[in-house]
């Protein structure tokens, strides 16, 4: 998983595809990381001089979901303004400026959220160029 968010993702939906899903991941890399499958709304915070900006709606076209392969540049659509409420679009922002501070970020970044069907957002990645 060190060559990008979703080179290798593989998705386990029962306990019996567990062992080949691992030997597809590991054809990648030596070392995968295993979480959580976060069902959700996807958004994208962009965090500017300290301040989060405002949500964009992430969405996979359908031709195109996530699958064993890497997602393809050109393959999601965009969104901005996000469509949520005030109060859950301050969630992730705060989510996201949170997570920008928890790894040192400074300057810019794109944070990547989850956002659960009850309105709390998960931080999936800080996405951050090299100063």
């Known amino acids: 998983m060190r060559q990008g968010s979703s080179v290798g993702l593989q998705f386990v939906e029962r306990a019996e595809d567990w062992q080949n899903a691992l030997v597809e991941a590991l054809k990648f890399d030596s070392e995968v990381l295993v979480e959580e499958k976060i069902a959700g709304r996807e958004t ?3 965090i500017l001089d300290g301040k989060a900006l ?3 709606k992430c969405v996979q076209k359908p031709a195109h979901t996530i ?3 890497n997602i393809q540049f050109g393959n999601t659509e965009y969104f901005c303004p996000a469509e949520f409420d005030a109060a859950t679009t301050q969630r992730i922002q705060v989510a996201a400026l949170g997570a920008f501070h928890a790894i040192g970020g400074r300057d810019y970044a794109r944070v990547d959220v989850m956002v659960s069907a009850d309105g709390l957002p998960v931080v999936l990645e800080v996405n951050t160029l090299p100063a």
């Open 67 to 69: 699958t064993k392969t």
């Open 44 to 46: 994208t915070v962009g």
């Open 54 to 56: 405002p949500l964009w």
